[in-house]
């Protein structure tokens, strides 16, 4: 499936460190999502974006911060991150807000 | 908001026999009720959703049912197989036609189903 990709699949970062995840649709969509996957945990969801602005952001701290330069691209700058904060982060998109979500496969962070 | 509530957490059969999960949600206004199957290791995708104009939406061995007045909805699949085993996740929400009104899709806590060969 390539409707929504996600890089890097895989990253390891120290705490001090500066990294981002990217994520791409292919699928025409308006709206795209961030999400954080922990073991054992639901889908939390951190940001949603519409039509290129933010329209939710559920209390997430501000050593994550997103970006969405157009309706196909979607950022995660990360930095200063904790331990905690390992887990599998997903994109997902969909036609507007509360429609069905098309999910990226993620990308698995792990913080040391 | 709407808070959505998944059960059970784990769930375990035999190949053959049929599996259900249920979810129950807050928000009368939610009209959009997706299910989301994740095997390991892999990203969630849409298995099968239903609408709030409509009480059951069958696909081949899954189907779905919803009851409005007590704002519950139900994953059911038959004939399980070991294929099947994966967490599966509710969500609700609510959208217009036109996507001009609109809440965030809410997930359930996710079911971990076991099915046994």
């Known amino acids: 499936e390539t409707g929504v990709t996600q890089t890097p699949r895989h990253l390891v970062m120290g705490m001090t460190n500066k990294k981002s995840l990217k994520c791409e649709q292919h699928l025409g969509h308006n709206a795209m999502y961030w999400y954080k996957q922990s073991a054992k945990k639901p889908l939390e969801l951190m940001f949603v974006y519409s039509l290129e602005e933010r329209v939710e952001n559920n209390s997430v701290p501000s050593r994550f911060s997103p970006e969405c330069p157009n309706s196909s691209h979607l950022f995660l700058h990360l930095h200063t991150l904790q331990p905690e904060d390992s887990a599998l982060y997903l994109c997902?998109?969909?036609?507007?807000?509360?429609?069905?979500?098309?999910f990226g496969p993620g990308t698995r962070l792990t913080v040391t | 908001g709407e808070n959505v509530e998944q059960h059970p957490s784990t769930l375990s059969v035999q190949e053959g026999d049929s599996a259900v999960i249920k979810c129950t949600y807050s928000?009368?206004?939610?009209?959009?009720f997706p299910w989301y199957k994740q095997e390991l290791g892999k990203r969630p995708q849409l298995i099968i959703d239903?609408?709030?104009?409509?009480g059951e939406k069958k696909d081949q061995r899954i189907a779905v049912t919803l009851n409005k007045t007590a704002k519950h909805f139900s994953l059911h699949i038959t004939e399980t197989q070991p294929e099947d085993s994966a967490v599966y996740f509710c969500a609700a929400s609510y959208a217009n036609a036109g996507g001009t009104s609109y809440g965030k899709l809410t997930f359930g806590q996710g079911t971990i189903l076991t099915v046994h060969p």
């Open positions: 997902a998109s969909s036609f507007r807000p509360g429609h069905e979500q098309y």
């Open positions: 239903i609408r709030s104009n409509v």
């Open positions: 928000d009368s206004a939610s009209n959009y």
